[in-house]
């Protein structure tokens, strides 16, 4: 038997399978089915159409030492799939106090999620991919298995970080990262094909080239390709790179020109 606390508020047509656990305080969307020895703990919103797995714990507290017992949330969207023994943790008083999840992600089994971190949607996280506190990702990202991303890294749109690649710096939009530490190895071809049009793709390697390939100074070459550029995802990248704060991983080389 389930155990579901009173004060639960629970969807129609949802599912709750044998020795789940649902606390008082957890939004559980329709439709939505949790399995067999899942726990959802604290504050904790689920949207609607989600598959969460037997033993995923979902909105148990921060493991940070500077958490002690502060109000806080973990809102998750609709259609997201949490696999086994995948950990998704609220947010904490220092870093907005919520962890925000969007729509359509996959979260493969052993993943975890940390406080503060903030993910959009349609990524992929394979198994034992580990986001530290206060990570960014942004939407149609994808984590390798045994990926480590180190607290307060952003990761930008249709980026894609290959497996047992420890990550400690900022990965743009469209970028492929890989090594042990990641560094910049290209563009995410195959995700740009699939979501974006013919025509965008070219913009995207003409500015990579000029951003990571031509030895020019980075930040100099962002601005300039912002103020040239017609191309709203050459825009987002070099915004990306202008606000960046723990700096792009590529190789620096020197310019003989």
Do not use: W
């Not at 904790?44 to 030492?65: K, N």
């Not at 950990?87 to 962890?99: A, F, H, K, R, V």
């Not at 996280?125 to 298995?145: D, M, R």
């Not at 025509?199 to 601005?223: M, N, Q, S, W």
């Amino acid at each position: 038997m389930a155990v579901i606390e009173d004060g639960a508020q629970i969807g129609e047509d949802v599912v709750i399978e044998p020795f789940a656990y649902v606390s008082a305080k957890a939004k559980i969307g329709d439709r939505t089915r949790i399995g067999q020895c899942a726990r959802i703990d604290g504050d904790t919103t689920i949207g609607e159409d989600c598959r969460i797995f037997s033993h995923a714990v979902v909105g148990s507290i921060p493991q940070d030492l500077k958490f002690h017992g502060e109000d806080v949330q973990l809102v998750i969207g609709d259609r997201n799939t949490i696999r086994e023994f995948t950990l998704i943790n609220p947010g904490t008083e220092g870093g907005g106090s919520i962890t925000r999840i969007g729509n359509d992600n996959l979260f493969m089994g052993y993943v975890h999620v940390a406080h503060d971190c903030i993910i959009g949607d349609y990524c992929i996280f394979a198994n034992a991919a580990t986001l530290a506190g206060h990570v960014e990702i942004g939407n149609g990202v994808v984590v390798g298995g045994l990926t480590p991303i180190h607290q307060f890294v952003k990761i930008g749109d249709l980026a894609m970080i290959a497996g047992a690649s420890a990550l400690s710096q900022d990965v743009p939009p469209f970028c492929l990262a890989e090594g042990n530490r990641a560094i910049l190895r290209g563009l995410n071809l195959t995700g740009m094909r699939r979501n974006l049009p013919r025509e965008a793709i070219d913009p995207i390697r003409t500015a990579y080239k000029e951003l990571f390939e031509r030895g020019k100074p980075l930040k100099e070459t962002a601005e300039a390709l912002l103020k040239t550029t017609e191309s709203e995802e050459v825009k987002k990248m070099c915004r990306f790179v202008l606000e960046t704060k723990r700096g792009i991983p590529f190789e620096r080389k020197i310019n003989d020109q």
